[in-house]
């Protein structure tokens, strides 16, 4: 039936909305291997090496977030919706959970390095925030992690939602984030 599906033709997204999609689906798989794994260095400069690459990846996705925010907001590519209907919905509930869980998983990860008092590269040490309050420190790392998984999830249902796109509907959404 003609016009009861929206344009999905429409132009690409503009090249900072791609580059800052991109660039944050990257880091935050680089961050959850990352994540997965620091305990399996050895202790010692590895392991914080590990650890300090982690927190400086998690702070430049928090930059990143920002600006992707605020790009968002007020300058980037907006394009009708590939979804009509309850796909439409459950579509912009995914988005803004997204959002939600990137804002979340950066900021417990953020509170998580000071909390701790961690020491970056051997250049510097984070001053503790509260360092005998052992129980808080691993509910933030614990709530951090949980995030996290969540995030990967979710994010994973997005790229399938892409997939699904690009293979079963054979539209054209993912040639508006650059591929396809």
Not at 75 to 83: D, I, K
Not at 86 to 110: C, E, K, N, P, Q
Request: glycine share 8%; proline share 3%.
């Amino acid at each position: 039936m003609e016009g009861s599906k929206p344009d999905t033709s429409a132009d690409r997204y503009d090249r900072t909305t791609m580059w800052l999609h991109w660039l944050s689906a990257a880091l935050v798989l680089a961050l959850w291997c990352l994540g997965e794994t620091i305990d399996w260095f050895p202790r010692g400069d590895s392991r914080i090496y590990a650890r300090s690459a982690h927190i400086v990846f998690g702070a430049a996705l928090a930059l990143i977030l920002c600006w992707r925010i605020v790009w968002r907001a007020t300058r980037g590519q907006r394009l009708p919706s590939a979804e009509l209907g309850r796909l439409h919905a459950l579509s912009t509930v995914l988005h803004f959970t997204l959002y939600a869980l990137l804002i979340a998983t950066v900021a417990l990860g953020l509170g998580n390095a000071w909390m701790r008092g961690d020491n970056i590269f051997n250049w510097f040490t984070l001053p503790a925030f509260d360092p005998a309050n052992r129980d808080l420190r691993h509910r933030i790392g614990d709530l951090h992690a949980l995030l996290a998984n969540w995030l990967l999830i979710l994010a994973s249902l997005h790229a399938l939602a892409g997939l699904w796109h690009f293979f079963v509907a054979k539209d054209r959404v993912l040639a508006r984030m650059g591929l396809g």
